[in-house]
Nanobody, 123 residues
Framework: VQLQASGGGLVQAGGSLRLSCAAS????????MGWFRQAPGKEREFVAA????????YYPDSVKGRFTISRDNAENTVSLEMNSLKPEDTAVYYC?????????????????WGLGTLVTVSS
């Protein structure tokens, strides 16, 4: 599976962005998909995940209520809608694919990664 994230950019605090991740491969619908982010000098952190069916989603408290992950298995895409953005959301955002439904908040569960897209939130 090859993943390509897009949609990053510069936005003011309180604004919104929508990230998209396009996946290649006919087995996209079987993967759990996740979004992670990494800010300069910090470790990569979990942002959101969605199971293969789209029925279950997961978020850390830091983004819960502001970010929404969704997927379209017919189009092989996963999206991350980000609202009420804060300067601390500034990071490179990565989409990733996992064959597991366990421990999906951990980056080690993911075997395919996109290159990332930069999100910068100004105060």
């Amino acid at each position: 599976v090859q993943l390509q994230a897009s949609g990053g950019g510069l936005v003011q605090a309180g604004g919104s962005l929508r990230l998209s991740c396009a996946a290649s491969g006919r087995t996209f619908s079987t993967y759990t998909m996740g979004w992670f982010r990494q800010a300069p000098g910090k470790e990569r952190e979990f942002v959101a995940a969605i199971t293969w069916s789209g029925r279950s989603t997961y978020y850390p408290d830091s983004v819960k209520g502001r970010f929404t992950i969704s997927r379209d298995n017919a189009e092989n895409t996963v999206s991350l809608e980000m609202n009420s953005l804060k300067p601390e959301d500034t990071a490179v955002y990565y989409c990733a694919a996992s064959q597991s439904s366990l421990a999906i908040t951990h980056s080690s569960a993911y075997i395919y990664w996109g290159l990332g897209t930069l999100v910068t939130v100004s105060s």
